[in-house]
């Protein structure tokens, strides 16, 4: 089993800049593909980020260019650096992991991913 906590959302301005971080515990290492998701009330998940054990990423065309993840496999925690943030990247964002070896093209698929977090809220103003 596997526990994901993710940190760091907050209430921004537009521009402004977030890191969010997510820390696993229990039977993880860096052998998971990890991703980053994100969820507005009403509205479907959406894959915004992830990253596989060899450190290949998978972006959604929204935030390529503002957004990079990445991760520390001996401290276990998977990060999201936030840039430039818009009004419409508000959302709660949580993180999901899979013992799978997800190739580049697949990484975002979300039926893949196991394990889950609960969330942290971002949330961008103008």
């Known amino acids: 089993q596997v526990q994901l906590v993710e940190s760091g959302g907050d209430s921004v301005r537009a521009g402004e800049s977030l890191t969010l971080s997510c820390v696993a515990s229990?039977?993880?290492?860096?052998?998971?593909?990890m991703a980053w998701y994100r969820q507005v009330a009403g509205k479907e998940r959406e894959g915004v980020a992830a990253?596989?054990?060899?450190?290949?990423?998978n972006y959604a065309e929204s935030v390529k260019g503002r957004f990079i993840i990445s991760r520390n496999n001996v401290k276990k925690t998977l990060f999201l650096v936030m840039n430039d943030l818009k009004v419409e990247d508000s959302a709660l964002y949580s993180c999901a992991a899979t013992p799978l070896r997800l190739s580049t093209m697949t990484l975002r698929r979300i039926a893949q991913y196991k394990f889950w977090g609960q969330g942290t809220q971002v949330t961008v103003y103008s």
């Open positions: 990253i596989n054990p060899d450190g290949n990423t």
């Open positions: 229990g039977d993880t290492d860096g052998r998971y593909s």
